[in-house]
């Protein structure tokens, strides 16, 4: 019997999982979901209520090496540590293509890099969001896209890629290819920096245009700029609607 343990901190994720392993019916595989121990917002999810439910894969590592045969990082909040996944066949569902959007927010990114973007399912190896690739998918990019929209695009693509790779990917069948190059790797410090706008920054209606588009994502605050007056901070998004 393989054991596989999906780790995700996504709930719109998590359930279309849950769905897919329904629908594809693997035999003699056992499935076992979890999420982060810290503000993981599959806490409140009614399937992990009053459970002892997340686990943190760096303080229980034997126990991950010693019961699983794989394991599914799906948008989970954790860094996994090397020996994880040097003794467990660990994959990764990043919302990104790579090599191009390795790390965090990468629709940020490839809004205002102007950038491709796409979803991307990999083996881990102990850099972020790096090591060999199963499948990856163009994710079409518009310009009336928020950071919203378009990580919605590439929700969808994750699930198609785990929808055409999944018996490969539990039955370990699939085969990888090596990114072309390292890529660019965005860090959450790079995203906080993008969120302060500077009041006195002279930029092309254009570059402004494409940076708070970039930064609109519901429910969160991410863009602000100083109040002079008041010293606090002041949160802006855009809302886009093209006419018909």
């Known amino acids: 019997m393989k054991k596989v343990l999906v780790l995700t901190d996504n709930i719109l994720q998590y359930e ?5 392993v329904s629908e594809k019916q693997i035999p003699d595989c056992e499935f076992i979901y979890s999420h982060s121990p810290v503000n993981s917002p599959l806490e409140v999810h009614q399937d992990f209520l009053n459970k002892i439910s997340s686990i943190d894969v760096n303080l229980q590592t034997d126990f991950l090496i010693s019961n699983f ?3 599914i990082s799906m ?3 954790q860094f996994f540590p090397k020996a994880l996944v040097n003794n467990v ?3 990764n569902v990043h919302p990104g293509y790579n090599p191009i959007n390795r790390g965090w927010y990468p629709q940020v990114f490839a809004i205002i890099n102007d950038l491709p973007i796409g979803a991307t399912i990999h083996e881990m190896d102990e850099k972020l969001d790096n090591g060999p690739i199963i499948a990856r998918k163009f994710v079409k990019k518009d310009f009336t896209d928020t950071s919203d929209s378009l990580y919605e695009k590439i929700l969808d693509a994750e699930i198609e890629l785990l929808e055409e790779y999944f018996e490969s990917i ?3 069948t699939y085969k990888t290819n090596i990114p072309e190059e390292q890529g660019k790797l965005y860090l959450k410090k790079d995203f906080n920096r993008l969120c302060e706008l500077n009041l006195n920054e002279t930029i092309t209606f254009h570059d ?3 940076k708070l588009r970039a930064l609109s994502h519901s429910p969160y605050q991410n863009a602000y700029f100083i109040n002079p007056e008041t010293g606090k901070k002041v949160f802006i998004s855009i809302n886009i609607k093209e006419s018909e």
């Open 16 to 20: 279309r999982f849950k769905n897919l």
């Open 69 to 71: 045969n794989l394991i």
């Open 75 to 77: 948008h989970c909040f």
């Open 89 to 91: 066949r660990c994959l």
């Open 170 to 172: 539990i039955n370990n």
């Open 208 to 210: 402004f245009y494409n």
